[in-house]
Nanobody
Framework: QVQLVESGGGLVQAGGSLRLSCSASGRTLRRYDMGWFRQAPGKEREFVAARRNSGAQYYADSVKGRFTISRDNAENTVYLQMNSLKPEDTAVYYC?????????????????WGQGTQVTVSS
């Protein structure tokens, strides 16, 4: 079992930055590909970013060039640095641990989810 706990969400003005953290316990994150998803009110959960154990990184087109995912296996933590935030980035952000696989399209297939952290970007 892996327990994931997100932190770092909050309220920020458009153009600002936030850094989300995802701390894991129970098992080392080394064996998992890690990622972030988000869900805005009234919308389905969507993929944001992933970082594989190999170091390969993947991003949704909507966040490319603005968001950066990183991981510290020694600290068992994954980060999402979010810059140039826009109101449309407002959502609950979820950390996930799983495997990068093809299931209709390539994405992170999560075995474990965090509880989510709210990010609100004001205009």
């Amino acid at each position: 079992q892996v327990q994931l706990v997100e932190s770092g969400g909050g309220l920020v003005q458009a153009g600002g930055s936030l850094r989300l953290s995802c701390s894991a316990s129970g098992r080392t994150l080394r064996r998992y590909d890690m990622g972030w998803f988000r869900q805005a009110p009234g919308k389905e959960r969507e993929f944001v970013a992933a970082r594989r154990n190999s170091g390969a990184q993947y991003y949704a087109d909507s966040v490319k060039g603005r968001f950066t995912i990183s991981r510290d296996n020694a600290e068992n933590t994954v980060y999402l640095q979010m810059n140039s935030l826009k109101p449309e980035d407002t959502a609950v952000y979820y950390c996930a641990a799983g495997a990068w696989r093809y299931s209709g399209s390539y994405s992170l297939i999560a075995d474990y989810w965090g509880q989510g952290t709210q990010v609100t970007v004001s205009s």
